[in-house]
């Protein structure tokens, strides 16, 4: 088996390793391409060169390495409860009720109005 040079990323790869990337590619795209939706973002060049690195070393396309992060974010976000969104909100409630200046709401906003309408 000879080796070429693979001139997008100019790195010695055996042509055996392309044909299967190739397939796995193309294996991937037609299990997944009805749940799939293509998305576009931009990377800084340090971004994109951490990130090249990051796909040869677990060697996975770029693209299942973002989505595994992406899953990965996703999963370390908690979602508020129903309870904590209304503990939320009990906190706002009065939040402005010590202000002498918000005693009468209209009064204020058309003081904060006037300079505009003069």
Request: aromatic share 8%; charged share 20%.
């Amino acid at each position: 088996m000879t080796i070429q040079q693979y001139a997008g990323e100019g790195i010695l790869v055996t042509v055996a390793t392309l044909a299967a990337r190739f397939v796995m590619y193309i294996s991937y795209t037609v299990q997944n391409s009805q749940t799939l939706k293509r998305t576009q973002i931009y990377l800084t060049q340090t971004q994109q060169s951490r990130l090249a690195e990051a796909c040869r070393r677990a060697a996975v396309t770029k693209s299942e390495l973002i989505r595994q992060a992406v899953d990965q974010f996703l999963s370390q976000q908690a979602l508020p409860s129903s309870a904590d969104k209304e503990q939320h909100l009990d906190g706002l409630a009065g939040l402005w009720a010590d202000r002498a200046d918000m005693a009468d709401p209209a009064a204020y906003v058309r003081t904060l109005r006037a300079p505009r309408f003069l």
